[in-house]
């Protein structure tokens, strides 16, 4: 029979391990994030001037907000893109389509 000790040290051993996985998952999709500045620069030859600078300048645009910083491109959405100066509904169809979700 088991001792009760002995099933509490599992238990915890049990939500260590579920601890250890869930920083492990968070990590791994925060590597697959894609920085915004890496992907302007990989697109500079079919970027727009306009789309290029409300991208590179998301971040700082966004300083003042209760959010935090835009730093990866899977995080920006159309309301925090079209917030911006210059950018408007054809910059937010242009990078809809360099994404390849258009």
């Given at each position: 029979?088991?001792?009760?000790?002995?099933?509490?040290?599992?238990?915890?051993i049990?939500?260590?391990?579920?601890?250890?996985?869930?920083?492990?998952?968070?990590?791994?999709?925060?590597?697959?994030?894609?920085?915004?500045?890496?992907?302007?620069?990989?697109?500079?030859d079919k970027?727009s001037?306009?789309?290029?600078?409300?991208?590179?300048?998301?971040?700082?645009?966004?300083?003042?907000?209760?959010?935090?910083?835009?730093?990866?491109?899977?995080?920006?959405s159309?309301?925090?893109?079209?917030?911006?100066?210059?950018?408007?509904?054809?910059?937010?169809?242009?990078?809809?389509?360099?994404?390849?979700?258009?």
């Open positions: 029979m088991i001792k009760r000790e002995r099933y509490l040290k599992a238990l915890d049990v939500e260590e391990y579920h601890k250890q996985i869930k920083i492990q998952s968070t990590q791994e999709k925060e590597s697959r994030k894609t920085l915004t500045e890496l992907w302007v620069l990989e697109q500079r970027i001037t306009r789309l290029k600078n409300c991208l590179l300048g998301i971040s700082y645009y966004n300083r003042g907000s209760i959010s935090p910083p835009i730093k990866y491109i899977e995080d920006i159309q309301h925090d893109f079209l917030r911006l100066r210059n950018a408007g509904i054809m910059t937010w169809v242009e990078f809809k389509k360099l994404k390849g979700i258009y």
